[in-house]
Structures are given as structure tokens and as C-alpha cells.
């Protein structure tokens, strides 16, 4: 029994090693290969839709096939995003025969179609929340425009009226309440926002530049933020304040009906295009769990030139797409050297995401593969730099979501970077009152939301982020190497396990789960 057990061990270390051995191939020079292509001012800031995107894509699939990873279909690494550039030319709202400036008193996007709405009056309709326990549409909307605030209201303790607690209710959310009102047959919704000028210079590029999304049947109702200061000359002096302490002290909604004549203009110019999503699919080699998927996605795309400036996007995304190249490349060597792993990976550079997450979306709601298959997606999104809160520690990343679907998730993370790597794995951004919601802004947030595990690798945000600055001198390739070596270890470790991490916990997404 003492020899087995020796043999036993002695079989496991030489795995390991093995394994280790694959990981170790993994490697700052070829990291920095891919880096430096697709850093490149050649390739324009790789801006979706522009020849710079279709570079990169080419520059991936050719390096797929150098592996030895054959097209996933039909000849190709690629699915096809259908996408509609919309510039907004003008923007107008007269309300009381008052003309309103746009983004000085309101601003709005180019999401939805070129546009005039009439209407005889406006409705003061809370919130716009429905849920449970809380609804603004305790009257009539059909074909009214109505004026809501941001968020969701507060008691007199700090606390969120609708959610009771500290962290606001799914409902709260803008999108949510654009579908809300649509399905209540509201005409337009103005949102009333607090610190005005400081949220419009946060979004005023996407207010200046072709807003992009996926060809849709369907768009929203038009929107527009108004400042507090509109929407006091709208409903009356001070009103909105009155409107809040009304609504805060007595812990219910109200409505209230304006007698103004009410027109609101929109003029775009729309133009079609498409961006490519790449898919590496690597199969896996035990007969039954390879119908069983691991996704490993980064959004190659960045955000082109801006102000005649290169935005070369090194961090953002360059080291992401850069990492899981490499970790093709690892498993792919795996599989050729017969190290056996039972699950399929599918590496997945994405694109469209700083256009809306527009790439991982599209994928999810026409999936290549089955969704139900689908047992964990791991994201890595900019991994190459320190933040304020670690100036002079390399060793660390961000891990965001790990638990939020799945405790066998996070434990096989934890365990994957115990055995191989031991960096320090920091979960601030984890927190669900993190004022940041990162968990919300990165690729694996479209899968999380069909019910699929998964984690977001990240560093941080840095003083170059989203700027032409953002260059790849200023990388710290020891970190791209070490986070990179972790996502394998722990997507070859998910792989190889008993059983897919279940789904366990409770979480606002559960009505997407499959």
C-alpha cells in the first residue's frame, strides 16, 4: 500500500510538472509579439468597423491557424456583428413654448431613430421603477411623454425605498426603465439627473461621435437627461426637490400631470456596417465532456482616433487579446504533446465591446456554440498595468464575479492559483456596493447574465485609460505573463474537473438562467 501511495504521488508530480512545463511557454517575448502588432499605429486604434479592426482579426485568425487551431466553420475564424453607426446632427426640446439648449439644459444619444414627438402635456411619473413591491404606473401612460428621476428613491435612513436595502433594486437601472415605459406605451421619458455637468462631460464623447449598436428590429423609445434646473422650469419652482421629500417621507409614488404643449426633435444620420467577432475552438478530448465549453474572451477592439490621435489601446485591450492568444497557443501544445484535457476551450477575441459590450452580446443571443454547454467564461480585460492602490506590487489582479453564480467557481480560482502561481487575488471590485460596477462593464457580463459562471480578470484603472497615452512602453509585461499563466491553470483545471461548477447562489440574473 506504501508503494502505491508513493507511485500514486510521485505520478501527480510528474503532472504537474508537466503541466507546469506547459504553462511556462506562456512567455513575455511572445506576449509582447502580439502586443506590439496590435499596439501598432498601423492598425489605427482598432476601432470596430474600421481597417484597423479588420487587421487585428486577421492577424489573429492567421496566428490560429499557425497553431494548428482549424476554422470553427464553414473556412472561417469568424462571426459576422452586424452593427449601425448613428450620428446625432441636432436635438430639440420645446416644452411651453420654451426652447431648451440642448446639452446645456439636456442631452441624449443617438440610440433610437430620427424623430419629432408631439404632445399636449407631460406626465411627472416618480421614478419609472415597477417592480413588486413599488410601482411609479399606478395611471395611465399610453402614448404620454413623461419626466422621471435618476435611480430609485432613498428613506430616511440612507436606505433604497424599493430594494430596502443598501444596493439599489434591478429596476433602478435606465435600460430597464426604457423597457418598462415601452411596454407601458410611453411616447419619449426625459430623466431628470443630478450633477448635470458633471455626468454630460463623463458621456460627452459618446454624445459627439457615431454612437454604434446591433441592427435591431426593435429600438428603444426616445430618451433625454435633463438638468434639475430644466426640469424645475418644466414642473415649477423647486419642484423637484418637493417632489423627492414627497415621495421619500411618505414612502410611495405619485403622479403629477403638466398642461404644456410638449415637441421633441431628432435628427440622425445612419449608416450600416459590420465588425468581426474570432473564434479559436480547441476541442477537448474525452468523448462525452468535450461537448462542454470553456470560454476565454478579451475585446480586441479600442476606440481609434480621436482628435487625430492614435489610440493604440495597449492595456486596454492589447494585453487581454494578447493573453489569450498565448493561451491557445498553451493548450494547443497541450494537445499536441498528449497531455489530455476533457473539456473544449473556445479562446474568443471580441469585438465591439467599447461600443456597448455589442460583441459578447451578439454572440450570446446567436450563440456558435450551446449556451447550456457553456460552463464558465473567463474575461481578461486590460492586465498590463499598477493602479493608485498598488503602485509598486506587480503581483496582483483584480477578480470580479467569481462568486456571484457559482461557490465551485471561485473555489477551483482560488485553489488553480494556490497550486501554480500564488499571486494576490484582490476582490474590492467584487464588493456589490462598489460605486464603480465594474462587474457590469467588461465581456463576461453578457454571459453571466444567460446564467454562466465567470470571472474578469483585471488591473485597474490607470491615468492613460481611454487616452492616446495609453502605450506599450508603459506595460508591466511580468504582470501580462503571470495573470496570463493564471487564467490557463485555471481554465486547464476546470477542464479536467469531476463535474461544471454548479450554479448556487441567488443572483438578479436568475430569470435569464437556462
Known sequence: MKKITILLLIICAQSFSQIDSIGDQITIQNLKKHIMVLASDSLEGREVGQPG?????????NYFKKIGIPPYKDSTYYQTIPLEKRTLESAGINIGG???????DFYTYPNFSQKQIKSKDILFLGYGIDSKNYSDYNTNTEGKVIIVFNGEPKDGDGNYLVSGGKERCPEANWKIK????????VEAILFITDNYTSNYERVEHKIEHPGVSLIQKEEPIPFFYISEEMANDILGRKKT????????????TFHKTINKDVVLETKNKDTFFSGKNVLGFIEGTDPELKNEIIVITAHYDHIGIVDGLIHNGADDNATGTAAILEIAAAFQLAKKSGHDFK?????FPNSAEEKGLLGSYYYVENPEFPLEKTITCLNVDMIGRMDEFHPNDSNYVYLIGSDK?????HNISEKSNKKYINMDLDYTFNDPNDPNRFYYRSDHYNFAKKGIPSIFYFSGVHEDYHKHTDTTE????????????????????????EKRPTVDK???????RY
Not at 426604457?178 to 406605451?185: I, P, R, T, Y
Not at 473539456?343 to 479562446?347: D, F, G, N, P, Q
Open 53 to 61: 479592426e479588420l487587421k487585428a482579426a486577421e492577424y489573429m485568425s
Open 98 to 104: 420654451v426652447q431648451y439648449e440642448f446639452k446645456k
Open 178 to 185: 426604457l423597457n418598462k415605459a415601452k411596454e407601458k406605451g
Open 241 to 252: 426637490e418637493k417632489f423627492k421629500k414627497k415621495i421619500k417621507t411618505k414612502k410611495q
Open 343 to 347: 473539456r473544449s476551450i473556445l479562446c
Open 405 to 409: 453564480l457559482s461557490t465551485d467557481l
Open 474 to 497: 508603459k506595460l508591466v509585461y511580468e504582470k501580462v505573463e503571470k495573470t496570463a499563466r493564471l487564467i490557463f491553470y485555471t481554465a486547464w483545471e476546470l477542464s479536467n474537473a
Open 506 to 512: 441567488e443572483n438578479e440574473f436568475k430569470l435569464n
